[in-house]
């Protein structure tokens, strides 16, 4: 059989929700603005493409590290979700593995926007910006798992 005949998928990416929480249950959500294109100048999760070397988790806390600074011990991730919508990326077909992850207001909090993010800000999670890509519909996910209703 010839594998080169069958269609491949275009690429491979992780993304981070991650939610500092407070006592008064005003819980924030962290967020990249895109240095590039597509979407450039719009809000993201913090993510991006896997290298061939790591899985869809490693990926998750470099990407967390390079575009907010925030090291990977500072939250423990968990798998959230697949987002696998066929036309969810301009660029081609792009699976998106989403894990989610919480810290206290009382830890470290300083986030400094790098690599390909142009700014990384907290928002509060029932005022968000419009977001890139399809990350409203994680952002939706993590909700209904924190027990958030509209």
């Not at 699976?95 to 009382?106: K, N």
Request: glycine residues 6%.
């Amino acid at each position: 059989m010839n594998k080169d005949k069958w269609p491949k998928i275009a690429d491979l990416t992780s993304d981070v929700i991650l939610i500092r929480t407070s006592v008064n249950k005003e819980d924030n959500v962290l967020l990249i603005k895109r240095k590039n294109n597509p979407y450039k100048e719009m809000w993201a999760l913090p993510g991006g493409f896997l290298e061939m070397s790591e899985t869809f988790k490693d990926a998750a806390y470099r990407e967390l590290e390079e575009e907010t600074g925030l090291k990977s011990g500072v939250a423990n991730l968990r798998f959230l979700c697949i987002l696998d919508a066929v036309d969810r990326d301009p660029r081609g077909r792009t699976i998106d593995a989403v894990f989610m992850g919480s810290i206290s207001e009382d830890q470290v909090i300083d986030v400094k926007a790098g690599d390909d993010a142009a700014e990384a800000r907290w928002f509060s999670m029932d005022d968000l910006p419009s977001l890139a890509f399809d990350h409203n519909l994680a952002i939706k996910k993590a909700k209904e798992e924190l027990g958030y209703y509209d």
